[in-house]
Every structure is written in structure tokens, then in C-alpha cells.
């Protein structure tokens, strides 16, 4: 049985507070401006990949828990690059195939043409070019040479997600790694040099999907204050880890239900990371209690306070192997005989054989883009209350203009850099 291998790959706390240095509630975020003609399907587009972004967790995070008995793992994923991804297949799937996908997806929203064109036109948005910001995202599909691929589904893709339709030799092992992985390499400007680490030559496709995201702090951590510090893994474990420190104003909430606290970092241009950090013990709680609802509850109820915050540094490489979790998802007929992707291709019956994930996420004093350090913070006369991230927390990158996450992760060990679940 011929085969479709698809891959994805890319780069990329209870806490008392002094009301002294805090001012709730903060004012109303600026409504962002959408394009007029897609605004509906953008808005709901946006609402499905939360959805799905916060499904996915949960599921990975549930697994990934019972890993290594009590010591749960550090996750990181981009639901942006998975949907995005997903989307593309979806114009080639066929009957209960496609179906599935779709309901994975949260998609059912609207009419299709409207999906795709709505998560296209995201895409370019994120993909402008900024000073301080940098989102790549990118698709490309290598396609065997003997298997020739409906006009529609090419036209498709690329009017959608710009994605290129490269011809190769799956046969040619060592040649064809090296095509993708170069190909990936140049579009990603040499941050991620290897997709793939081997082809099985019956393979007849291989779908690649990227995100590179690249941004730098509005107020840099200071490098001569990062410390070591303890951070407590869990009720046996601690570790040292460089502690970053900033003085500064930042959007705080604290859930009082949930028990946790959520300090927002901006970056220079529109977008921020939300920490989330719970109790000791709280986590699991605090993860099976997000939705759409409280996220965005939690966002509009922030107040500006006054802190010296305290973030471990931390750079970690994460691989997914989504092909069980999207088939406990419901999408379990792409990975079987009854896959139906007669939309790409009708000279051979394809199914999906492979969905691998990879991220890598930096953050430093600088943000996630190496750059020389410009200075920092404010100066207060009093001094502020200390904030420290020093327990197991979770972490969402949310462009701000758009409110779509682009990453999502769990942090439960900053020392851990590599990461399989």
C-alpha cells in the first residue's frame, strides 16, 4: 500500500500581591481590526483554532502526564502550524476523511471556502513583516514524480496557504532529505536545519509546514540580575535554573477560583506571552478548567501592577507524535485503509502514515530574538513586591492583533531541553 507521510515541523505560581503597586481593572483592550470582507469567517476561524488549540493540550497534556510516574513533561506545540497544516490536507480529503478533519479542527463554522480563505488571510496578516516581530509561516509539498497531482488541489493550496508543490525521487533516500531539509533550512534562514532524519521510499508525499517566530521584549531582562535560583519541580524535586529578573508595570490577574496567577509580557509589536502559573499541586486543575471563556476572562479582568518579576530562562525542543492523538481526536480514518484523499491525487489510494510536530521555543532576557541588550525596566522609590515564576507553569503566545495563539506550552522543567511525547 502506497502511502502519504506528512510531516510538520517547526521552529518554533500563588502569589500575594501589595494593592500599593496594582490598578484594576485595566482599561479595555483596543478592538482589533479585521479585513472587512472576511471578518465573520476571520473571528470564527479564530475561535475554532482556540478551541482546538486548548483540545489538543489537554489531550497531550493528560498523556503526557502519566509519563515517568509522578514527574509530569514540559509540552510546547504551535495549534497555528498544526491547523494550518491540517487545512491544507483538508482540500484533498474526501467523504468521512474529510469530515473528520473538519470536526477535529472545530471548522464546521462556516462554508469551507470561507475557512480556508478566512486561515489564508491570517497567515498573510501574521506573515507582515515588522521591526521588532517576526512570524514566518510556510507550507510546501513534496510530491513524488510519478504520481501526478489534480490541478484543483494544486491551485488550491497555493491560492490559500501559498504552498509550493515540489517534484522529487522518493526512492533517492539521501537526496530527497537532503531537498527538504535545505528547502526548510533557506525559508526558515538556517533555524531549522533538519526537518526529517530519513524517507521511506514508498513514501509519495510529504507535506511540510513551519512557523519561525522571532520577537523581542518591550522591557528586556536585565542580564546582570539573572541569578540562580530554585525552581520546584514538584513536592521532591527542585532544581537550579537561571532566574531572570525585571522591575517593571505589568497586566496581572489573579483567578481566586482557579488559584492561579496570569502576568502578561509584551512584546515590542503586537504580541504578548501569558503565563499562567498555578499553585503548587494546582496545575492539573488549572488545564482541565481552560476554554475559550476563561482565557479571555482572564485577559479582560487584568489590572497593571507594579513588580520586580522573576521568569526562569529557558530553550526547549518538543516532538509530538500527533498520529494517536488526532486519532483519539476523531480522525482516526486518515491513518487507515479507508482514507479517502482522492481529492489529491486518483492515480494511487493515499492515507496518512506519519504526523510529526516539532517545536523549538527560546526565551531569554532579550525574548525569543538574539539581539544586542538595549536597556531595561523603571526605577521605582519604593520597592516593588517580588513575582517569581518558580513552579510549573503554562505559556501561550498570542499575536494581539489577531488574539490567534501561535504557541502553547506546558513548562514543568527548565533544564529539560528535549522533549518526545
Known amino acids: 500500500m502506497k502511502v502519504l507521510q506528512y510531516l510538520i515541523w517547526f521552529i518554533p505560581m500563588v ?12 482599561e479595555e483592550p483596543k478592538k482589533t481590526e479585521e479585513g472587512e470582507q472576511l471578518k465573520e469567517a476571520q473571528s470564527a476561524i ?19 502526564s502519566l509519563v515517568k510516574g509522578s514527574q509530569i513533561q514540559n509540552i510546547v506545540f504551535s495549534p497555528l502550524s498544526i491547523s494550518t497544516a491540517l487545512s491544507t490536507l483538508v482540500l484533498g480529503a474526501r467523504s468521512t476523511t474529510h469530515q473528520e478533519i473538519l470536526d477535529v479542527l472545530n ?3 462556516t462554508q469551507e471556502a470561507e475557512v480556508h480563505g478566512a486561515l489564508g488571510h491570517l497567515q498573510q496578516i501574521l506573515s507582515q513583516p515588522q521591526n521588532d516581530l517576526q512570524i514566518n509561516i510556510g507550507n510546501a509539498i513534496f510530491v513524488d514524480k510519478k504520481m501526478e497531482i489534480l490541478e484543483s488541489f494544486r491551485n488550491e493550496t497555493k491560492h490559500y496557504y501559498q504552498a509550493e508543490i515540489v517534484k522529487t525521487d522518493f526512492t533517492e533516500g539521501p537526496q530527497v532529505k537532503g531537498q527538504i531539509n535545505d528547502h526548510v533550512k533557506t525559508k526558515t534562514d538556517g533555524k531549522i536545519p533538519e526537518v526529517i532524519k530519513n524517507v521511506d521510499p514508498d513514501t509519495l508525499m510529504v507535506l511540510v509546514n513551519f512557523v519561525l517566530f522571532k520577537g523581542e521584549w518591550k522591557l528586556p531582562f536585565a542580564p546582570p540580575l539573572t541569578t540562580n535560583d530554585k525552581f520546584i519541580v514538584d513536592k521532591d524535586t527542585a532544581v537550579n535554573v537561571p532566574m531572570m529578573s525585571n522591575p517593571g508595570v ?6 481566586k477560583t482557579l488559584l492561579c496567577t496570569v502576568i502578561e509580557i509584551p512584546y515590542k509589536s503586537e504580541a504578548s506571552m501569558l503565563l499562567i502559573v498555578p499553585e503548587h499541586g494546582k496545575i492539573n486543575d ?5 476554554s475559550v471563556d476563561v482565557i479571555s476572562g482572564w485577559r ?10 522573576h521568569l526562569p530562562k529557558f530553550s526547549i525542543t518538543s516532538s509530538l507524535d500527533l498520529k494517536t492523538v488526532l486519532s483519539d481526536l476523531g480522525m482516526a480514518t486518515a491513518f487507515s485503509v479507508q482514507a479517502n484523499f482522492s481529492g489529491i491525487s486518483q492515480d494511487v489510494q493515499l492515507r496518512v502514515s506519519q504526523v510529526v510536530h516539532k517545536v523549538i521555543l527560546n526565551v531569554d532576557d532579550r525574548g525569543t530574538k538574539g539581539s544586542p541588550f538595549s536597556g531595561y525596566g523603571m526605577t521605582f522609590f519604593s520597592a516593588p513586591p517580588n513575582v517569581k515564576v518558580n513552579k510549573p507553569f503554562l505559556v501561550l ?25
Open 107 to 109: 471548522q464546521n463554522l
Open 300 to 309: 479582560k479582568s487584568m489590572g497593571k501592577c507594579k513588580i520586580n518579576l
Open 397 to 421: 503566545i498570542i499575536d494581539d492583533e489577531t488574539d490567534i495563539i501561535l504557541f502553547m506550552g506546558r513548562i514543568t522543567n527548565p533544564l529539560k531541553k528535549n522533549v518526545e511525547v
Open 46 to 64: 479564530i475561535t475554532a483554532n482556540t478551541e482546538f488549540a486548548l483540545k489538543l493540550f489537554k489531550h497531550v497534556a493528560s498523556k503526557s
Open 250 to 255: 505589568y497586566n496581572i490577574h489573579q483567578d
Open 286 to 290: 488549572v488545564e482541565e478548567a481552560l
Open 15 to 26: 502569589i500575594a500581591l501589595d494593592q500599593r503597586f496594582c490598578n484594576f481593572p485595566r
